[in-house]
């Protein structure tokens, strides 16, 4: 028996040595069935354990992250083919050298200090390494790397698992610029020209200094826009900016673009006002000078309005009001020239400044509030939704209104959050009447250009539908086309990612500014909103009647869906309904009124 057992252990450590087993033959089945059952148990697990060995190393090899295995002192032992490809080095390069051959030196001191500090005590480090190819070329990688520790506990190798994300951070690069960049200048756009004239304010104020904000603007750019396209336009403006920037950018001096042809010039660490005076002056000079515009010469003038802090303003957002105001004086001379702000200069600025204290506390209060006009469908009259729309109170009765509070909100930064407000509002209440009054009831709201430029508002959107359970397909934004002509690329970002959620989008008020049919294709709008100035054209003497039939026609072909506002008699509507257009909307169907008051309309109907 033991003589067998021996017999059989000797062709176990043949296999286990390579060689091919061999038959163990006995007249005894009280001993060979017990052993062959455990022969055949152990070749299973030898060849599971081989098979998934091979799986293993293919998995390795075949990996499309880089894996590299160093010894406990770092010299690399191994790497995958996906290390060749993203690093340039061979196998026979890599092994045998320190992982150091990728340093680029754009990675910091602490960065390695921390990274060796983990896994040499065992821990798994895990960040973003600026690592260089073997071809010198600069390349971003998402690193994990971890210790390899035996039975003993002892740490005998180190394995780094590494992803190439050269694309993401390019695309993260891009993302910043777009966000604080005007595409087409390359200079800073309004919010951080807004920041770095606050942060100018407040280095200067210890000191003594002046700080100046000069608002340029180029007059007459319609020429170029009618004779060449957005193409002329988009060639002064850059050119406009460089001309600017040659003589004001220095290291303390900011230049940027905070509208369509206005840019925003802050001069910081003067002495004296004359010397912005003296800038306004060459700025004057040089936007005189002739434009070339596709070989052509185009002279066009320029208007600048000028405020100093702290004499005119000890915040970014006084400062630019007050230079607007200058502007506008400059500009209502009608001539080339610049203005400086003065306190009695201006009415109107003063009212606004006023407005704008109150337009803060009322928004403290919760003094902003929603009310609805209805959605009619043309065919059955029946309610299908409503408008939100802001109405401000203040506490003597006032009514203020939207013309004049809402620009207002977008120039002090109130404007997200009071938008943010109406559409919880809207979306709150309309979910409840979509629940009672039935499920394809939807809501319309306005937000302002800044609002639409901010992606980070379609966060804010997400969260108030998951919050009030209203379905995303019922919501209606509307946009005008003054925020369409403001930022055209961030409109279409931002109402790509909206159509993408299955949010409708109407163009407001069309026909009021620069948008044509046929401009409308390059935005993805569901809807068209005919604005109530057209509307009030029909009549039964055909006056503007011809021209809302082809909109609605030409609207329908664009496979958009048409809301004419401002209906206000039953001859506007018959003929509305002639031509298609599917919603109505206007004083002879409702009026806008609160929450509660809309909720007893529709009982009635």
Not at 564 to 578: H, K, P, S, T
Request: glycine residues 8%; proline residues 3%.
């Amino acid at each position: 028996m033991v003589r067998r057992l021996r017999d059989i252990e000797a062709v176990i450590n043949d296999f286990l040595s390579g060689n091919i087993l061999v038959r163990c033959e006995s007249s005894s089945d009280e001993v060979i069935g017990p052993v062959s059952l455990a022969i055949n148990r152990l070749l299973e697990e030898t060849a599971h354990r081989q098979s998934s060995l091979l799986r293993l190393s293919a998995a390795v090899e075949q990996a499309p992250v880089s894996v590299v295995i160093t010894d406990c002192g770092g010299l690399i032992q191994y790497v995958n083919p996906c290390f060749t490809k993203n690093t340039g080095y061979t196998y026979e390069e890599a092994v045998g050298l320190n992982p150091r051959i990728l340093k680029s030196g754009y990675t910091t001191d602490e960065v390695y200090h921390e990274l060796w500090g983990a896994i040499s005590d065992g821990k798994v480090w895990h960040g973003e390494l600026h690592n260089k190819k073997k071809n010198g070329e600069l390349f971003w990688e998402y690193a994990v790397i971890a210790p390899v520790i035996d039975d003993c506990a002892q740490i005998v190798n180190f394995i780094a698992i590494k992803e190439d994300i050269s694309i993401r951070k390019e695309f993260e690069k891009r993302l910043i610029h777009t966000q604080n960049f005007d595409e087409l200048t390359g200079l800073p756009n309004r919010a951080v020209a807004l920041d770095r004239l606050g942060q100018a304010i407040s280095a200067n104020s210890s000191f003594g200094r002046i700080v100046s904000a000069l608002i340029v603007k180029v007059d007459g750019l319609s020429r170029a826009n009618h004779i060449h396209g957005h193409k002329g336009g988009d060639l002064i403006l850059k050119q406009a900016a460089e001309r600017i920037s040659e003589i004001v950018l220095n290291d303390l001096n900011t230049v940027s673009r905070i509208g369509g042809t206005e840019f925003l010039v802050i001069l910081q660490g003067i002495s004296t006002p004359s010397i912005a005076e003296s800038v306004a002056k060459r700025l004057i000079e040089v936007l005189s000078q002739p434009f070339n515009v596709c070989g052509e010469q185009i002279f066009l003038s320029s208007s600048i309005g000028m405020s100093f802090s702290p004499i005119d303003g000890t915040d970014h957002f006084e400062l630019l009001r007050n230079a607007h105001s200058a502007l506008m004086n400059a500009r209502n001379k009608s001539c080339s020239g610049y203005r400086l702000f003065m306190p009695e200069m201006d009415r109107e600025a003063r009212e606004r400044q006023s407005l704008d204290s109150e337009l803060h506390s009322a928004v403290t209060e919760d003094l902003i509030k929603v009310f609805y006009q209805p959605l009619i469908d043309a065919k059955s009259g029946r309610i299908v939704g409503a408008e939100a729309l802001a109405r401000w109170q203040t506490h003597g009765g006032r009514y203020i209104s939207p013309d004049k509070f809402i620009p207002l909100a977008e120039e002090n930064g109130l404007i997200k959050q009071i938008g943010s407000s109406i559409l919880f509002s809207a979306c709150k209440d309309a979910a409840f009447w979509r629940s009672n009054y039935g499920a394809a009831f939807r809501v319309a709201v306005n937000i302002s250009a800044l609002q639409c430029n901010d992606m980070g508002f379609i966060e804010t959107i997400e969260k108030i539908l998951e919050e009030t359970g209203f379905p995303p397909e019922l919501l209606e934004i509307e946009l005008t086309e003054r925020t369409l002509v403001a930022d055209s690329h961030a409109a279409i970002a931002f109402m790509e990612v909206a159509r993408g959620m299955g949010i409708r989008l109407s163009i407001d008020d069309f026909g009021t500014g620069y948008s044509a049919l046929g401009y409308l294709r390059k935005f993805p709008f569901t809807t068209l909103k005919i604005d109530k100035s057209f509307t009030s054209e029909i009549s039964d003497k055909g006056k503007g009647n011809a021209l809302i039939s082809s909109i609605i026609q030409m609207a329908h072909a664009l496979d958009l869906e048409v809301i004419a506002e401002g209906v206000e008699n039953g001859f506007q509507r018959e003929f509305l309904i002639d031509c298609g257009c599917e919603i109505l909307q206007g004083f002879l169907l409702g009026h806008p009124v609160p929450a509660d008051q809309f909720l007893l309309d529709m009982e009635l109907i």
